[in-house]
């Protein structure tokens, strides 16, 4: 089984600032992990996902993440937000044995960019 | 991009009546659909897993017979809520998964279903 953990439930920043999400996993296999993110009322899309290979995976809009086996984290970064990236992100995680590729989220953290 | 959409987006409807949803995959084939529901300021969890042509797989805690899934093409799956109650009230994503036989196929989500019940 896995499990994810988003430490921080909302992060305040002001536009043009660097930004840092935290995830942190935990699993008994391999995994690969997913960041999504949720406008108000809509549903999920894809930023980035780590499969495999480099650890520093590059996403849509800006943002990107680095996979840290060793501390089991996938924190996603993106170093000048804007206003429009005002929305709820959610770390994800899949085991590579999973079976249908069933995804376990985190709690989801609440960006708030200020003008 | 894969596109998965879901009808209706959002939906009112009295207590005891039942309330289908539809997700869709529209440019791709998906043989596994996966349905969640999010309560408000929360994650998305998992009610179940769906695949074209056989029963679905529920997650521990989710009730069956009153959540049914139905996977009957590789383009469409429906939640039905049968005997909605206002503790269903929810909303309800589902997303589709590419049958490419990759464990790394990445999963494609709708724009969700908001459900009241009165």
């Known amino acids: 089984a896995q499990s994810v953990t988003q430490l921080d439930s909302q992060v305040p920043v002001f536009e043009e600032a660097p930004v840092e999400l935290r995830c942190n996993y935990s699993s008994s296999v391999s995994v690969y992990l997913f960041w999504y993110v949720q406008y108000p009322n809509q549903g999920l899309q894809l930023l980035l996902k780590?499969?495999?290979?480099?650890?520093l995976v590059k996403g849509i809009n800006g943002f990107e993440a680095e996979f840290n086996k060793s501390q089991t984290s996938f924190h996603l970064r993106k170093p000048s937000v804007h206003i429009s990236d005002t929305a709820e992100y959610f770390c994800?995680?899949?085991?590579?044995?999973?079976?249908?590729?069933?995804?376990?989220f985190g709690q989801g953290t609440i960006l708030t960019v200020h003008p | 991009g894969a596109v998965v959409s879901q009808h209706p987006s959002w939906v009112i409807c009295k207590s005891g009546t039942s309330v289908k949803i539809e997700c869709r995959s529209l440019?791709?084939?998906?043989?596994?659909m996966f349905w969640y529901r999010q309560f408000p300021k929360q994650s998305l969890m998992l009610m179940a897993t769906?695949?074209?042509?056989?029963?679905?797989?529920?997650e521990q805690g989710v009730e069956k017979d009153k959540f049914l899934i139905n996977h009957a093409s590789l383009t469409l799956s429906t939640l039905t809520v049968t005997s909605a109650h206002p503790e269903d009230s929810s909303f309800y994503i589902c997303?589709?998964?590419?049958?490419?036989?990759?464990?790394?196929?990445?999963?494609?989500f709708g724009p969700g279903t908001r459900l009241t019940v009165l």
């Open positions: 997303s589709a998964r590419a049958p490419s036989g990759r464990v790394t196929d990445t999963q494609y």
């Open positions: 780590y499969l495999s290979g480099s650890t």
């Open positions: 769906s695949n074209e042509g056989s029963k679905a797989t529920y």
């Open positions: 440019d791709f084939q998906a043989t596994t």
């Open positions: 994800a995680v899949r085991g590579s044995g999973t079976s249908y590729g069933k995804l376990t």
